[in-house]
């Protein structure tokens, strides 16, 4: 039987990391708190963005309420052309080729992720597209009931702690993909100890931590 890749988009697959952080500062900014660091974001952000911001700002009235601004700061990043990180067509053609199933899984959707998906037809190369909600673990275990997939084929590619919760959840093996990110012009820099932090953690919890799609392809299409 094939394998079925569930494959977060933001921070995995596109290099949007920086933009989506951007946005997180703008909004404590605009409550005056001060923005936590890459790493405290991304290891901070457990099950859902909500608690993760409700927990530094007592002052947001609801999930809508946070949506509404962090969609008005991110707006500012509408325009920017996704950039792939490095070895993700070849990656995504392999996979293809080996008759790997792909589903697409975006917590956030929007014009950036339609536009990245639209270049080179790379839409149509994955099987399913779940995109605007942030419960992945209900994308995926809707998926594998529909399909009748067994767990045992089924990983979850991803870069953060949602994505790791989800795996977890729902019984399939995580793979933690984490990327040096380029950030030009952002206030707050991504270290390289943040990144070494990020990395610790998923080492601690998991087997597989990539870093490139070339080290993903080795791990799961033995290539």
């Known amino acids: 039987m094939k394998s ?10 596109v290099n949007t990391m920086p933009a989506i952080y951007d946005a997180l500062c703008r909004v404590f900014r ?5 923005p936590p660091t890459f790493s405290e974001y991304v290891l901070g952000v457990k099950d859902d ?5 409700k927990e530094r700002i007592p002052h947001l009235r609801s999930e ?10 991110m707006a500012a990043h509408d325009a920017d052309m996704p950039r792939s990180f490095e070895g993700v067509d070849e990656f995504l053609d392999l996979a293809t080729k080996q008759d790997v199933e792909l589903v697409l899984l975006s917590a956030n959707g929007g014009p950036t992720v339609e536009r990245w998906l639209a270049q080179g037809k790379r839409a149509c190369k994955f099987s399913a597209i779940y995109a605007g909600s942030p419960n992945k673990a209900l994308m995926i275990s809707s998926h594998l009931e529909q399909t009748k997939k067994p767990k045992k ?9 949602i994505d790791y919760h989800a795996a977890e959840q729902t019984g399939i093996e995580f793979v933690a993909m ?22 610790h953690f998923f080492q601690s919890k998991n087997r597989f931590v990539v870093d ?12």
């Open 4 to 13: 079925t890749f569930f494959v977060d988009v933001d921070g995995t697959l």
């Open 30 to 34: 605009y409550f005056g708190k001060k």
């Open 49 to 53: 963005y909500f608690t993760f911001y």
């Open 64 to 73: 809508e309420h946070l949506m509404e601004l962090w969609r008005i700061n």
């Open 153 to 161: 084929w089924a990983y979850m590619i991803g870069d953060s702690l």
């Open 178 to 199: 984490v990327h040096e990110l380029e950030q030009p012009h952002l206030e707050h820099k991504v270290s390289e100890e943040c990144l070494a932090k990020i990395r």
């Open 212 to 223: 490139s799609f070339h080290q993903l392809s080795e791990t799961l299409l033995l290539v």
